[in-house]
């Protein structure tokens, strides 16, 4: 919801002008004419006049009397003016503000000033402060404070230029740090871009030193198996050897339909490998298989492999060990 203030057909209620003069007044209390404050044996009088209090203006119309209490001992009294915005105010009867008189045995009483203008409701200013003995008031003091505008806007301006000159001598010896810390930075980031840039030079000049020398002897390598193809000498099991196509012949069918001997040969007929299963546990699934490998003629045998096969409770392979090369 959005309320105009100062705007046509709109009200202005008494916290939005509260609310101004704190703010304009810069939170100061004081009185702005008349309210001489007097006192005789029993009483104290606040003459006819006007005070703000925590943006709020106040009039005493005629010559307010405070009466003090009777005492047995003697008290410290501070007359007070209170705003309680808790009380409700009738168009008749103005219940908000009013004089009274604390008490205390030792001291003289502490006020309470909340911020009315952030949802406190009790603020209060003092007048004057005296001592009450059995007999009479004794050591009165006015304590009314004049509001001066031109006071209060001094103050300000005073202030002001004292915040101000604070502002800019922190920032002027921040900003002497910033560039320092800006000159060794930049220093520092210059060093160690020289620094880093030798160290990787160095770094990659000595690796590509590495890998030159590891290139050349793999190549000088390669050449030589390349050389063993060409004149037919490379038949070591192991050694380099262009890539093979195998033809496959199945034999020796059991009833579950399983092949348990495999030979695979090369384009030219000859016998590169047989696989052969055996040893058939009560599940019919054979435990071992062994293949063997030919050289390039086909007869000679070039090694045998021996893998020791183990099954789960649903025969499916687990592993198949090699036990013998």
Not at 64 to 80: A, D, L, M, P
Not at 86 to 91: A, H, I, R
Not at 165 to 170: A, I, L, N, S
Not at 276 to 301: H, M, R
């Amino acid at each position: 919801m959005i309320r105009g203030i100062t705007f046509a057909d709109q009200l202005t209620t008494s916290d939005d002008f509260a609310h101004l003069q704190h703010k304009w007044f810069n939170g100061v209390s004081g009185v702005t004419k008349g309210c001489n404050v007097t006192a005789d044996n029993d009483n104290v009088y606040v003459a006819p006049g006007y005070f703000l209090i925590a943006g709020r203006l106040v009039r005493v119309v005629g010559t307010e009397t405070i009466v003090s209490e009777v005492v047995e001992v003697n008290k410290y009294c501070t007359v007070i003016f209170e705003i309680d915005l808790s009380k409700t105010n009738s168009s008749t009867v103005f219940n908000q503000g009013y004089f009274k008189i604390l008490s205390s045995m030792d001291e003289y009483p502490t006020l309470t000033q909340e911020d009315l203008d952030a949802d406190g409701t009790v603020y209060q200013l003092e007048f004057a402060r005296f001592i009450k003995t059995t007999t009479a008031i004794t050591e009165f003091e006015s304590r009314i404070v004049p509001l001066n505008v031109g006071d209060v806007w001094e103050t300000l301006n005073e202030t002001y230029n004292n915040y101000k000159t604070e502002f800019d001598t922190y920032f002027e010896g921040k900003n002497i740090e910033i560039e320092t810390l800006m000159t060794d930075l930049t220093n520092w980031i210059t060093n160690e871009k020289t620094d880093l840039e030798t160290e990787w030079s160095q770094y990659f000049t000595s690796k590509q030193t590495e890998i030159d020398t590891e290139v050349d002897g793999k190549l000088a390598a390669l050449d030589a198996e390349i050389q063993k193809v060409q004149d037919g000498s490379l038949v070591t099991v192991g050694e380099f050897k262009p890539t093979v196509t195998y033809s496959t012949y199945k034999i020796n069918q059991d009833d579950n339909g399983v092949y348990t001997k495999v030979t695979y040969k090369r384009a030219d007929g000859s016998t590169y490998k047989v696989s052969e299963l055996s040893n058939a546990n009560d599940d019919g699934n054979y435990t071992t298989q062994t293949i063997t490998y030919y050289q390039a003629n086909g007869t000679t045998v070039d090694k045998t492999e021996v893998y020791t096969i183990t099954y789960n409770a649903d025969g499916d392979v687990e592993s198949e060990v090699l036990t013998n090369a």
